[in-house]
């Protein structure tokens, strides 16, 4: 039988294998992160950090119903510094990321700074969704513009973008246009799709604490926008900048979509958390089960092949 190859790269990055977790996802703590690299998950990215360790809101502040889930956790994380120190003292065989959600684009000159001076950190997820750092215009614009040259006056480590889904062509396009004007690795598309709100019936109540139950959303239901925002983004990069296709993912078959719409790697966030660290290799051997069954050996065969109707 053909040998199957679900390694994947991002430049010179290489992934044993194209699935990894999804950051803020079971990946806060020494024992999370220590599970993870112990796993066979192709690489590993942390819980998004501050410069300060913080908090959180008030629980609950996360829920999870068959096809989704909801959260409002308010960036909850220990600080850069612990992060680094967890690495330092880690024997490492994956590509890690360090994803930095700094609140002012201040905080995240700062963490990037910190993230270049370790060489345990393969490359930085940069995460732009804390409420206060850009408004939504701000993304599309000058500011954004400006905050991405500043960035790349200093840093010299593989860096990406983790970004909220879009709705609208031209949101994606103008994006697309800034940063195919800098040396960037990848995207991460999608964060949690922001604002929802989920009922209980029995209680006629929300089911999260802060926001008066609004969160953002996750799982199953949002893969149809990760998709979208995925294919598009794919059309608009420059080639050489990567997509890590992360929203609605639970099986095989959800990846191989991922994959087709332009991902090269792939994260796994609430599925993550209601199946616990097995899940990489269920996943695993599920896409190699469709490869088989196409009669594919690698992902070159249809990575951003998505055909129109004829
Ligand atoms: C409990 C929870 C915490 C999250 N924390 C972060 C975070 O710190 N940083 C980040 O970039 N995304 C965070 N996310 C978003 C996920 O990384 C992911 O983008 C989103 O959940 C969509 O993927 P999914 O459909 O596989 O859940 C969080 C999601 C959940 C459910």
Not at 179 to 193: A, D, E, G, K, M
Request: hydrophobic fraction near 35%; proline fraction near 4%; include cysteine.
């Amino acid at each position: 039988m053909k040998k199957i190859d679900i390694s994947s790269n991002i430049n010179e990055i290489k992934f044993p294998l194209c699935i990894m977790n999804a950051s803020g996802v079971l990946c806060s703590t020494e024992r999370e992160l220590s599970n993870l690299l112990d796993s066979n998950s192709g690489g590993v990215v942390t819980k998004s950090c501050t410069y300060k360790p913080r908090k959180g809101n008030d629980l609950p502040r996360y829920f999870e119903w068959d096809g989704g889930s909801i959260n409002s956790m308010g960036l909850p994380n220990f600080g850069i510094k612990f992060y680094l120190d967890f690495l330092e003292k880690k024997k490492i065989n994956k590509p890690i990321f360090l994803s930095i959600s700094g609140c002012s684009s201040e905080e995240n000159y700062f963490l990037i700074q910190k993230a270049n001076e370790s060489s345990k950190v393969t490359a930085i997820e940069l995460n732009l969704s804390c409420p206060n750092l850009l408004e939504k215009e701000d993304m599309l614009g000058y500011k954004f513009h400006k905050f991405i040259e500043n960035i790349f006056k200093f840093n010299k480590k593989p860096l990406g973008i983790k970004f909220p889904p879009y709705f609208q062509d031209i949101h994606i396009k103008n994006v697309a246009f800034i940063l195919n004007q800098f040396p960037i690795f990848f995207v991460t598309c999608i964060n949690s799709l922001p604002n929802g709100l989920f009922v209980d019936i029995d209680k006629e109540s929300v089911v999260i604490q802060p926001k008066k139950g609004f969160g953002g959303i996750g799982g199953s239901i949002i893969k149809p926008f990760a998709l979208a925002n995925i294919h598009k983004f794919y059309t608009y990069l420059r080639k050489d900048i990567s997509i890590i296709g992360c929203g609605g993912i639970s099986s095989g078959r959800d990846i191989f979509e991922h994959i087709l719409c332009g991902a090269s790697v792939v994260q796994i966030g609430t599925q993550f958390m209601k199946e616990g660290i097995s899940v990489f290799e269920r996943l695993e051997k599920e896409l190699i089960f469709i490869l088989e069954k196409k009669n594919y050996s690698s992902l070159n065969n249809f990575r951003g092949k998505l055909k129109n109707i004829q």
